[in-house]
């Protein structure tokens, strides 16, 4: 079965300060992995993929994740934080040969001024 | 290019009646589109996987019968919430699988329900 695992609920970092939102998963396959950001009371944006290749890959907006398949993690990361980056950060895996993403509980992002 | 809307944004209704919220991809063909429930300060709850053409797919303890979902066609998905109750008020979002082996969901803004 799949899972997926963001261990903060909550990330506080100051503005222009590097920033990291954690996530860890678990497939019986090779992962698709994703980073979705949401903003209150909308739906779901995307930011980055990994499927295969460059571990780091990168993203909208300025962020990047780097894909550990040792550790099991694909943690999200940009090197100067923006006030508006707060917002709620959501990492989903999707084993191959499956449509349905499983998404982690979500770590809230506040970067304050 | 990527975008799903839906309709409506935010509705309001009484128990017992039904409401339907539709889910459109505006520039992209989605033989499947997913229907997910938002709780407060919660993660997404897939509710189920819907497919053009066929019977939709649904996560245990998701009842089809109150959850009827509907993909007619390769742009549209509808859920319609029957004899709705309080407990049904939520936040329900859909996505959207582009057609052609694309990887990453697209998802509409979301429609907030709530049942008086």
């Known amino acids: 079965a799949q899972s997926v695992a963001q261990p903060e609920d909550q990330v506080n970092v100051a503005e222009g300060n590097p920033l990291t939102v954690k996530c860890t998963y678990s497939?019986?396959?090779?992962?698709?992995l994703f980073w979705y950001v949401q903003y209150p009371n909308r739906g779901l944006q995307f930011l980055l993929k990994y499927i295969t290749g460059d571990n780091l890959v990168k993203g909208s907006y300025g962020f990047e994740a780097e894909f550990n398949k040792s550790q099991t993690s694909f943690h999200l990361k940009k090197p100067s934080a923006l006030v508006s980056d707060s917002a709620l950060y959501f990492c989903a895996v999707r084993d191959t040969g499956f449509q349905k993403l499983v998404f982690g509980t979500g770590t809230r992002l506040l970067v304050s001024p | 290019g990527a975008v799903v809307s839906q309709h409506p944004s935010r509705v309001i209704c009484k128990s017992g009646t039904s409401v339907k919220i539709e889910c459109r991809s505006l520039?992209?063909?989605?033989?499947?589109m997913f229907w997910y429930r938002q709780f407060p300060k919660k993660s997404l709850m897939l509710m189920a996987t819907s497919n053009e053409g066929s019977k939709a797919t649904y996560e245990q303890g998701v009842e089809k019968d109150k959850f009827l979902i509907n993909h007619a066609s390769l742009t549209l998905s509808t859920l319609t919430v029957t004899s709705a109750h309080p407990e049904d008020s939520s936040f329900y979002i859909c996505?959207?699988?582009?057609?052609?082996?694309?990887?990453?969901?697209?998802f509409g803004p979301g429609t907030r329900l709530t049942v008086t």
């Open positions: 996505s959207a699988l582009p057609t052609g082996g694309a990887y990453e969901q697209y």
């Open positions: 497939v019986s396959g090779n992962p698709y």
């Open positions: 520039d992209f063909q989605a033989t499947t």
